[in-house]
């Protein structure tokens, strides 16, 4: 069955950097759309980063564009999320997703907590 394990959350203080990692399993990797969403509390879950199935187009959230960079290693199964100069208001839990095509209902994984703190 599909699998997302996500890692690499933890707290940082501002102005550092985390990589997260989504370990994917149980599909054909390369031919999904992968996608980071995070929710805080009481926010609702919103689009961090995320490509499309062929990983020619990547689209980013407003809020990180220029800070985060979304990557994928196809021979491992594996999705990057790459966050630089972390601010405060990028505490959240951090999920992965992967869906047959961009913009549709998919698999999402456990989460990472992200905590950006002094």
């Known amino acids: 069955q599909v699998q997302l394990v996500e890692s690499g959350g933890g707290l940082v203080e501002p102005g550092g950097s985390l990589r997260l990692s989504c370990a994917a399993s149980?599909?054909?990797?390369?031919?999904?759309?992968m996608s980071w969403y995070r929710q805080a509390p009481g926010k609702e879950r919103e689009l961090v980063a995320g490509?499309?199935?062929?990983?020619?187009?990547?689209n980013y959230g407003d809020s990180v564009k220029d800070r985060f960079t979304i990557s994928r290693d196809v021979a491992k199964n594996t999705v990057y999320l790459q966050m630089n100069n972390l601010k405060p208001e990028d505490t959240a839990m951090y999920y992965c997703k992967a869906s047959r095509r961009w913009g549709i209902n998919g698999y999402w994984g456990q989460g990472t907590q992200v905590t950006v703190s002094s």
């Open positions: 149980g599909f054909i990797f390369s031919t999904y759309a």
């Open positions: 490509f499309t199935s062929s990983g020619g187009i990547t």
